[in-house]
C-alpha cells in the first residue's frame, strides 16, 4: 500500500544494456532426448519454437517507449489537478459538459509489417514494467492498472471501443463498470465520460491494437477523435499499434499525423541479428536426425521468409512437423521447402525468394526459349514466371518443371 501521489516509486526500476536483454528474453528448456520419444511427444514439444523470444534493437526501443510512457500518465494520478478533472468528468457524465482540465499526456503509435514481433516486444516490454498486475494505494484508496491492453474493433466502433475498454479493467479489478453501462444503456458521449473518470483512476496506459482498422473505415476519424478527448480527460498515455496501412490515415491530417509520432518499423535485414536468431531456432530440433545450420540454410531461410521471423519461425516448426510425419525425421532444406510449398501457399505473393542477400542457393544459368510441344512456333514460349504460375497452380515442384524445360546448374550449399 501506498499514497497515490508516491505511486510510481511502485514501478521497478527502468533496465537497460545487457540486463535489460537479458530479462527479455525467452527461451524454452530443450532435452536433447527428446528426439528419441514417440511422434506424438515431439510433435507437441514442437510448439515451444513459439515460445521462443530473443530481443532486438526494435524490442529495446518499445521497452523505452512504453516505460516513459507510464511513468508520465502515473505522475499525474493523485494530484490537484487530478481531482478537478475528476469532478469535471462526472459533470461530462451528467450534464454533458465536456472540459480537459489536465490536458493530454501523450499518444504515439508503434507501426511495423505484420509477423516482425512487435506485439511479443510490446507483451514483454509490460510483463516487466508491471511486475505487479494491479497497484493498490491507500491515500485516497484505489486500484490501478498499469497497463490495459484492448483491440482497435474491426469497423472502428467507438462505442464498441469504450466497453471494451471497461470490460478490461473489470478483468482485472473484479468491478462493474461495463455491466452498469450495459444497464443503463450510455451513449457514446456519456461512455466517454465515464471511460475517461474510470482510465484517470484505474488506469496507467492504454495500448490499442490493430489500429489499421482505422483506415478502411467510416468510422476512423471518430475513433481517433474519441481517444483524444480521452487523453485529454484522464491524462494517461495511449499507444495505438498497428501495420504500415495506417500511415496513409494518419498522414492525411494535420491532426491525426500529430498524434502519431512513433516508432516505424519493416522487415528485417540480413544482418547479424537475423543470423543468431536463425541459429537459436535450428537448436530447437525435434527430429531423431540432428543437423547443423548452414550459411546456405539460413541464406535459403532470409529468402524465404522476406526478412518476416514470425514466417521464420512457422517455416522451421512446419519443417519438423512434416519431416516427423513422413518419417524422414531430418530438419534439411528438403524439408524446409516442402513446408513452404505445402504450408505457406498464401504467402508465396508476398514473398519474393529470387531476392537473395548474397549468393542463391540455386540460380538459372541461362534463359532459353520454350516450347510446350513439338508443333509450337517460336511465339508460343513459356516465360519462367508463366512456369511459376504452373507450379502453383498445378502444386508441380518448381524445381524439376525448370529443369525439365530450361537449362539449370544446382550449387551445392
Known amino acids: 500500500m501506498t499514497n497515490l501521489s508516491d505511486i510510481i516509486n511502485v514501478l521497478p526500476r527502468m533496465k537497460s544494456g545487457d540486463s535489460l536483454m537479458s530479462a527479455l528474453e525467452?527461451?524454452?528448456?530443450?532435452n536433447r532426448e527428446i528426439r528419441n520419444s514417440d511422434a506424438s511427444v515431439k510433435l507437441m514439444a514442437l510448439s515451444d519454437l513459439y515460445k521462443v523470444y530473443i530481443p532486438s534493437q526494435m524490442s529495446l526501443e518499445i521497452y523505452s517507449k512504453l516505460y516513459l510512457a507510464l511513468l508520465r500518465s502515473m505522475q499525474k494520478k493523485g494530484t490537484k489537478l487530478a481531482v478537478r478533472q475528476q469532478n469535471q468528468n462526472y459533470r461530462a457524465i451528467m450534464q454533458q459538459e465536456y472540459s480537459g482540465i489536465m490536458g493530454g499526456s501523450d499518444?504515439?503509435?508503434?507501426?511495423?509489417t505484420s509477423g516482425i514481433g512487435k506485439s511479443s516486444a510490446i507483451s514483454r516490454a509490460i510483463n516487466l514494467i508491471t511486475e505487479n498486475r494491479v497497484i493498490e494505494?491507500?491515500?485516497?484508496?484505489?486500484?490501478?492498472?498499469?497497463c490495459v491492453i484492448v483491440q482497435c474493433p474491426f469497423d472502428s466502433s467507438v462505442k464498441g471501443l469504450l466497453l471494451e475498454v471497461l470490460r478490461k479493467v473489470d478483468e482485472v479489478l473484479d468491478s462493474k463498470y461495463y455491466q452498469?453501462?450495459?444497464?443503463?444503456?450510455?451513449?457514446t458521449d456519456m461512455l466517454i465520460g465515464s471511460v475517461s473518470q474510470v482510465a484517470l483512476n484505474h488506469i496507467g496506459m492504454l495500448v490499442v491494437d490493430e489500429i489499421q482498422n482505422v483506415a478502411n473505415s467510416k468510422n476512423g476519424k471518430s475513433l481517433i477523435g474519441a481517444l483524444t478527448q480521452l487523453i485529454n480527460n484522464s491524462g494517461i498515455s495511449i499507444c495505438m499499434v498497428g501495420t504500415p496501412e495506417s500511415n496513409k490515415f494518419f498522414e492525411s491530417a494535420i491532426q491525426l499525423a500529430r498524434r502519431s509520432v512513433g516508432l516505424q518499423y519493416t522487415s528485417m535485414s540480413y544482418d547479424k541479428y537475423f543470423q543468431e536468431f536463425c541459429k537459436v531456432m535450428f537448436k530447437?530440433?525435434?527430429?531423431?536426425?540432428?543437423?547443423?545450420i548452414t550459411d546456405g540454410i539460413i541464406e535459403w531461410l532470409y529468402e524465404?521468409?522476406?526478412g518476416i521471423t514470425s514466417v521464420v519461425v512457422a517455416l522451421i516448426h512446419d519443417a519438423q512437423e512434416i519431416a516427423i510425419l513422413n518419417s524422414k525425421e531430418i530438419l534439411s532444406l528438403e524439408?524446409?521447402?516442402?513446408?513452404?510449398?505445402?504450408?505457406?501457399s498464401l504467402l508465396h505473393g508476398y514473398i519474393q525468394p529470387s531476392i537473395s542477400p548474397g549468393k542463391q542457393t540455386s540460380k538459372i544459368k541461362k534463359k532459353a526459349p520454350v516450347h510446350t510441344a513439338e508443333n509450337e512456333t517460336s511465339d508460343d514460349r513459356i516465360s519462367i514466371a508463366d512456369l511459376v504460375a504452373k507450379a502453383k497452380y498445378e502444386s508441380i515442384d518448381i524445381v524439376q518443371l525448370l529443369k525439365s524445360n530450361i537449362p539449370v546448374v544446382e550449387v551445392a550449399v
Open 335 to 344: 524439408s524446409l521447402n516442402e513446408a513452404y510449398q505445402q504450408r505457406l
Open 26 to 30: 525467452v527461451l524454452p528448456g530443450y
Open 137 to 146: 494505494a491507500n491515500n485516497p484508496y484505489t486500484n490501478v492498472v498499469p
Open 304 to 306: 524465404h521468409s522476406a
Open 107 to 112: 499518444s504515439f503509435t508503434i507501426i511495423g
Open 284 to 292: 530447437y530440433q525435434y527430429v531423431q536426425k540432428r543437423t547443423e
Open 180 to 187: 452498469n453501462a450495459l444497464r443503463a444503456r450510455a451513449t
